[in-house]
């Protein structure tokens, strides 16, 4: 079994990591948005500032020791993020907030479709756009774990070997533009405005950072309203059984409106191993991880899956 590091953290750490990481960022996208500078910037900085809170906490209180020690994947990991978590992803942000969602407000207004409460607390707004988003994205995530032709291109995702911080941004671009696909959409047709947006994108890029957080911490009864990283890592077991539950990007709600939660009591440390159990001669490099989908069945094949099966 694995087992938690031993660098044990005061009990007020634990529970003020979340809160505390979570708060930072939105005060910097706050004081960035009213300062007037553009979403690029709103977005990046604002989880820059998350990103420096949690790679320090990584590093005095790690949740598990062996997954604190790079395993040859630092290179890779920051590559993917570069590029895919986020030039592609922050670049897909942008143009949603700065072509599309004019548009469609434009086409509200001309034809009195506002289905958007703008009328609403900001903080209600942002928590809106996250039900919204993740009620798409929920199943656009499960079906890339239930269908293997799907799955070819969430399972860039799911190959490291452990979990912290950088490999957030680990995935393919087309498993990327996938995953917004789902939440954009339905965001985009209910004609959610800009400044929402923003926070909501910041809200989900912190939690996504948080919940691939080595850190050691707690968050009680907000495992029941978060994906935090105490549910994420159960989502990376190599055990099919246990990794097909806690689809949720942001928030758990779906999952357990839909019975995919899955957060075993006594079980702190998580999985015992984290990967692809069924594909362990996976390409591990940044380039070879980008074909992966067009070497699906080459792969298959030399790890000794039969063609039908899934993931």
């Known amino acids: 079994m694995p087992a938690l590091s031993d660098r044990n953290p005061p009990a007020l750490f634990r529970w003020l990591f979340f809160p505390v990481t979570m708060a930072l960022g939105f005060t910097a996208a706050h004081h960035l948005w009213e300062s007037g500078q553009?979403?690029?910037?709103?977005?990046?900085?604002?989880?820059?500032?998350?990103?420096?809170?949690?790679?320090?906490?990584?590093?005095?209180?790690p949740h598990r020791q062996d997954w604190a020690t790079g395993k040859g994947d630092v290179p890779t990991d920051i590559a993917h993020n570069f590029v895919t978590g986020y030039a592609l992803r922050e670049w897909l942000k942008i143009g949603i907030l700065m072509s599309v969602v004019p548009f469609v407000a434009a086409l509200s207004q001309r034809y009195g479709l506002a289905l958007w409460p703008a009328s609403l607390p900001m903080p209600l707004q942002v928590a809106l756009a996250a039900v919204v988003s993740e009620s798409g994205g929920y199943w656009v995530h499960r079906i890339q774990h239930e269908r293997d032709f799907f799955w070819r291109f969430h399972a860039v995702h799911h190959?490291?070997?452990?979990?912290?911080?950088?490999?957030?941004?680990?995935?393919?671009?087309l498993g990327m533009v996938l995953d917004y696909s789902g939440g954009a959409l339905l965001l985009i047709l209910c004609g959610a405005p800009a400044e929402p947006l923003v926070y909501f994108y910041v809200f989900e890029s912190v939690m996504g950072l948080i919940q691939h957080a080595n850190v050691r911490h707690n968050m009680g009864w907000l495992d029941y309203i978060?994906?935090?990283?105490?549910?994420?890592?159960?989502?990376?077991?190599?055990?099919?059984?246990?990794?097909?539950n806690n689809y949720g990007s942001s928030l758990i709600l779906w999952d357990l409106v839909f019975g995919t939660y899955y957060?075993?009591?006594?079980?702190?440390?998580?999985?015992?191993?984290?990967?692809?159990?069924?594909?362990?001669?996976?390409?591990q490099r940044f380039w070879g991880a980008w074909t992966v989908p067009f070497r699906w069945a080459a792969i298959k094949q030399a790890n000794g899956v039969l063609p039908s099966s899934a993931n």
């Open 263 to 283: 957060n075993p009591p006594g079980r702190d440390e998580g999985p015992e191993r984290i990967g692809l159990v069924s594909l362990q001669d996976f390409p």
């Open 226 to 244: 978060f994906s935090s990283a105490v549910l994420h890592r159960w989502h990376h077991s190599d055990r099919i059984e246990e990794a097909n």
């Open 38 to 61: 553009n979403t690029s910037s709103v977005i990046g900085l604002a989880s820059l500032v998350a990103i420096a809170t949690i790679a320090l906490c990584e590093r005095i209180y």
């Open 159 to 173: 190959s490291p070997h452990r979990i912290y911080w950088l490999n957030a941004g680990r995935d393919h671009p």
